[in-house]
């Protein structure tokens, strides 16, 4: 059974720097298309960022353009998101989650994942 473990949230001052991290247990990660989703609270999830199998072309939400970078380590089976100038509108539940055969036009689209993480909160705060 696949299983992804996120780590690295916490409580941040505004403006301030968080890195996520996400380690997924499969034979090899280079078939999984692998993305980031937050839940703020009362919310639905949203995407975040997502890098796409073997090419590893990465996709972000407009407001965390420039900001956040995702990438991925095929070698240690894990994808970071580090997220720079976070605002407290960015407090929420982040879940890594997996797939394989997304294609480009549902990469936003959570429905399009089939294996997720736990979650780990990150709370921007002064």
């Known amino acids: 059974q696949v299983q992804l473990a996120e780590s690295g949230g916490g409580l941040v001052h505004p403006g301030h720097l968080l890195i996520l991290s996400c380690t997924i247990s499969?034979?090899?990660?280079?078939?999984?298309?692998l993305g980031w989703f937050r839940q703020a609270p009362g919310k639905e999830r949203d995407f975040v960022a997502t890098?796409?199998?073997?090419?590893?072309?990465?996709y972000y939400q407009d407001s965390v353009k420039g900001r956040f970078t995702i990438s991925r380590d095929n070698a240690k089976n894990t994808v970071y998101l580090q997220m720079n100038r976070l605002n407290p509108e960015e407090t929420g539940v982040y879940y890594c989650?997996?797939?394989?055969?997304?294609?480009?036009?549902?990469?936003?689209?959570?429905?399009?994942?089939?294996?997720w993480g736990q979650g780990t909160q990150v709370t921007v705060s002064s």
């Open positions: 989650a997996a797939g394989i055969g997304i294609i480009t036009s549902r990469l936003r689209n959570e429905a399009a994942y089939n294996l």
């Open positions: 890098t796409k199998r073997n090419s590893g072309s990465l």
């Open positions: 499969v034979d090899s990660l280079r078939s999984y298309t």
